[in-house]
Nanobody, 126 residues
Framework: QVHLVESGGGLVQAGDSLRLSCTMSSGTFSSYSMAWFRQAPGKERQFVAA????????YHADSVKGRFTISRDNAENTAYLQMNSLKPEDTAVYYC???????????????????WGQGTQVTVSS
């Protein structure tokens, strides 16, 4: 079974940076598309960013474009989310997700993804 473990969350001030990591075990990481979602209290799960399994094409939500960058290191079975210029509205639990073959459609749709991590808390103070 595929397992995803997130790390790197914490408490920071507005304008600071964090890098989240998502490490996969028991799977063929290089064949999986990866994504990050987030969920704030009382709100629905929100798409943040995704990266394809093939050519490394990336997709970022408008709310984070220009500030956040998704990347991956297949040799380490790890996906990253570099978060710069953090804002209080970025406060949420951040979840890593993996899409295994056969691939789903719609980068921003939670239903596309087959496996999820347990989440890591990011809190941004003003």
């Amino acid at each position: 079974q595929v397992h995803l473990v997130e790390s790197g969350g914490g408490l920071v001030q507005a304008g600071d940076s964090l890098r989240l990591s998502c490490t996969m075990s028991s799977g063929t990481f290089s064949s999986y598309s990866m994504a990050w979602f987030r969920q704030a209290p009382g709100k629905e799960r929100q798409f943040v960013a995704a990266i394809s399994w093939s050519r490394g094409s990336t997709y970022h939500a408008d709310s984070v474009k220009g500030r956040f960058t998704i990347s991956r290191d297949n040799a380490e079975n790890t996906a990253y989310l570099q978060m710069n210029s953090l804002k209080p509205e970025d406060t949420a639990v951040y979840y890593c997700a993996a899409d295994t073959p056969p691939y789903g459609t719609g980068w921003s749709s939670p239903s596309k993804y087959d496996y999820w991590g347990q989440g890591t808390q990011v809190t941004v103070s003003s």
